[in-house]
């Protein structure tokens, strides 16, 4: 008998073996002849019809009552769920947020007498023409 581990055979196991016991050759002849008698093909043919017949009859009754296309759109479900879970998805960067507000670097302030201009500092442009004063206090 043949362990898990790597033992190599006991005399016991070797004895054993050496003495088992084989049938006699008339006995071998004989059932030979038995198998080649009755003939396993004719019952192969059998099984091999009768097989036949109940996928034919369970074919028709799903194609009468819609099956195929039931299964069909199962397996089109499946197929797509399987796709769906599978799919490698890239990172979505949100270019806009109040979070990238908050937390980027902070912008350097201008000079004074200019501002920011599509994200550089230009120089304000002064208006041209009388100079206005302020109201005068009335209060």
Request: hydrophobic share 35%.
């Amino acid at each position: 008998m043949r362990s898990w581990r790597r033992n190599r055979e006991t005399s016991l196991e070797a004895e054993l073996r050496a003495s088992r016991p084989e049938p006699s050759s008339e006995l071998v002849h004989r059932l030979e002849a038995r198998v080649h008698q009755d003939g396993r093909r004719a019952r192969g043919g059998v099984r091999v019809a009768f097989v036949s017949a109940i996928a034919v009859a369970m074919l028709t009754a799903l194609g009468s009552t819609g099956g195929f296309s039931y299964a069909a759109t199962g397996a089109g479900q499946a197929v797509a769920k399987a796709r769906r879970i599978v799919h490698v998805h890239g990172v979505t960067q949100v270019h806009k947020s109040a979070a990238r507000d908050q937390y980027s670097k902070p912008r350097k302030k201008c000079r004074k007498g200019t501002r920011r201009v599509h994200g550089k500092c230009t120089k304000i442009k002064k208006a041209k023409g009388a100079r206005f004063r302020k109201p005068p206090f009335t209060g």
